[in-house]
């Protein structure tokens, strides 16, 4: 934040929230200042936010408040980054009509670069995700025959990392066979293999990381 001359960060995008906290959930903020980390979520998600983050303050959002200006006069913020890569412009309005007194800095691109720099345990940890992917696409490779389909060899993938370890896909898994194999991003569809037709896969995983809550940005 120094380099950024910012005296917090506001975070939007949940890839940053899940990279700094272990929390993934489909909507949320994270509050990030110089001396604390603080997780912004309605009631849905309390009891998971606190088995999977460690040294985070967790605030419940409610209907009608604005914790954002409470914690702004609680942390003395004057200048406030925003993840501009992942704020919606009507987000960033709604936040300039209700905090006047602050002035909002676009740090979207600062925040991705953090995430491009990887420390030892991530690059062991983008190892050990392929290594779990290759397990599970061989142990599932004799299943990709005629007349199944492609979202039975799509879910035998899925269900062949989990059982291995992973969390989940990274993405959705991509199985596309015969003409179907050239359409980009295609999702798989009950249409059964035909024998000698060219099959398409793309597929990846993630694992669960158990570290510590990263260092503030």
């Not at 939007?12 to 959930?25: A, S």
């Not at 909002?104 to 420390?119: D, N």
Request: with cysteine.
């Amino acid at each position: 934040m120094k380099q950024m001359d910012v005296d917090a960060v506001i975070i939007k995008g949940m890839d940053n929230i899940y990279y700094l906290t272990g929390f993934r959930g489909s909507e949320g903020g994270l509050l990030v200042t110089k001396g604390d980390v603080v997780l912004l979520i309605d009631f849905r998600y309390l009891t998971h936010a606190a088995e999977v983050t460690r040294g985070v303050t967790i605030v419940e959002i409610k209907d009608k408040e604005n914790p954002l200006a409470t914690l702004s006069e609680r942390y003395g913020i004057k200048r406030l980054g925003f993840d501009s890569f992942n704020t919606t412009y009507q987000v960033y309005q709604k936040w300039k009509e209700a905090l006047p007194q602050i002035e909002f800095v676009p740090v979207g691109a600062e925040l991705e670069s953090i995430r491009a720099q990887k420390e030892p345990e991530e690059i062991l940890a983008i190892r050990r995700a392929i290594q779990v992917a290759t397990e599970a696409f061989t142990l599932m490779l004799g299943k990709i025959a005629p007349g199944r389909t492609e979202k039975q060899v799509a879910a035998e993938l899925d269900h062949a990392m989990r059982s291995l370890g992973a969390e989940g896909p990274s993405f959705e898994t991509i199985v596309a066979s015969g003409e179907r194999a050239a359409l980009p991003h295609a999702q798989p569809t009950d249409k059964p293999l035909q024998k000698g037709e060219a099959v398409i896969i793309d597929f990846g995983c993630q694992l669960v990381d158990t570290r510590a809550t990263r260092p503030a940005p």
